[in-house]
């Protein structure tokens, strides 16, 4: 059981062992969904298609609207944030959507459309990590959440102990519920725990998707399964009479419900992201009373940093926690980043420095960093100890 306050901070890294993008991942498959979206919108706008989708605007109220005009706006929103994303290769999509306000519906339908298709994928390969080659998916792990698990179930005597003995929060900067499908599915597996109680644990004030996240999962009756998600038939623009009044009907079905699904994520900085201060400020202060805090695949971003307060929750004076964190492949931006946080300088971490640093009281305060070179789950598996540590051994 997490008998002590910890709190686990993810990013993009976390959520790519479920195979989903991190950040230059999700601009390249939203380049791929923008190419995709505009040859459905080029086709609605010659065939004069009255299946509006949620995300068209129509702002002509009269009984006879300028159809193609519409379409054509439409299209050409969605060719701007193709053609700008293709020249910009911006390193993050919420800053390149910052910058370009006006393709935030578009960009939001196009992010949502990636990730639920991501975990349609996903479903469909039984867990199976689907960013990784063939040539090292037979002797790789991905499935992290499985230290979670453990940690969770040990020592509980009941049901009951899931939820009150369990001390553990989650801050997520994703949008995808990777996690929450992931502690369902694993804690719903053992007998021990009631069904109920593995539904409170997850969803009461459990995980905070500080910048929201999709409205709803992937279910079997999705209406794209049956399009191939987005993916045109040939014939379907020489598509005529019946057929082509079903096709337009199914595929606005298919984008209307995606576009639900996108309106409960945030993508633009700095207006959107600072939007739901509720849950920014129940993370900063799960963060604050945790005394085990974990920093998986996140890469101190420092707008993301800042809005979460770990320059004053992370310092090392006067702070009695330990922090573990990742930083895959040893990237010396993460480790000024970091250090910047933990110490207010860019050099106390540095690339060939010890991966603890730690003091020793009674001269002051006591402090733990843990670094690991490692992805997550090896992290997990062979660096971070206090994890698979009994209760009472720290």
Not at 42 to 49: A, P
Not at 234 to 239: A, P, V, W
Not at 255 to 266: M, P, Q, V
Not at 343 to 358: E, M, T, Y
Request: aromatic fraction near 12%; include cysteine.
């Amino acid at each position: 059981m997490f008998t002590e306050p910890t709190v686990f901070i993810l990013g993009a890294g976390a959520s790519w062992h479920y195979g989903y993008p991190t950040g230059e991942g999700l601009v390249r498959k939203v380049i791929e969904k923008a190419e995709l979206l505009s040859k459905y919108l080029q086709n609605s706008r010659n065939t004069d298609n009255l299946e509006w989708p949620k995300f068209v605007e129509r702002s002509q109220t009269n009984d006879r609207p300028d159809l193609r005009r519409h379409w054509q706006a439409a299209l050409d929103q969605c060719i701007a944030l193709k053609m700008g994303l293709e020249e910009v290769k911006p390193l993050v999509i919420d800053y390149y959507l910052g910058w370009n306000a006006h393709l935030k519906n578009i960009g939001r339908l196009l992010i949502a459309w990636v990730i639920l298709d991501c975990e349609r994928k996903s479903l469909a390969a039984n867990g199976r990590n689907l960013n990784r080659t063939k040539n090292d998916l037979a002797d790789s792990n991905d499935d992290w959440c499985r230290f979670l698990i453990h940690k969770l179930a040990i020592n509980c005597k009941d049901s009951l102990d899931l939820l009150r003995k369990n001390h553990v929060q989650f801050v997520t900067f994703n949008y995808d519920v990777s996690l929450e499908g992931a502690l369902r599915r694993g804690l719903g597996y053992i007998r021990l725990f009631n069904y109920e109680h593995v539904q409170d644990f997850v969803e009461k004030d459990r995980i905070f998707h500080v910048y929201g996240k999709l409205q709803s999962p992937v279910t079997d009756n999705l209406s794209g399964t049956n399009l191939s998600w987005g993916v045109e038939k040939e014939n379907s623009i020489t598509l005529q009479g019946q057929a082509l009044l079903n096709h337009q009907a199914q595929y606005r079905q298919f984008l209307d419900e995606i576009y639900d699904a996108s309106l409960g994520i945030r993508v633009i900085d700095p207006e959107d992201k600072g939007a739901d201060e509720v849950a920014l400020q129940k993370a900063r202060e799960a963060i604050e009373r945790a005394r085990f805090v974990y920093i998986l695949g996140y890469g101190f971003d420092e707008n993301n940093s800042r809005r979460l307060g770990l320059q004053k929750s992370l310092f090392h004076h006067g702070m009695e926690k330990y922090v573990h964190f990742t930083n895959y492949q040893n990237n010396n931006r993460v480790n000024k980043r970091a250090s910047s946080i933990f110490f207010r300088k860019l050099n106390a971490i540095p690339p060939d420095g010890p991966s603890v640093l730690q003091n020793d009281p009674p001269m002051m305060q006591p402090f733990f960093y843990e670094r690991s070179f490692r992805n997550v789950y090896d992290a997990l598996e062979r660096d971070f100890e206090s994890l698979e540590a009994e209760d009472g051994e720290k």
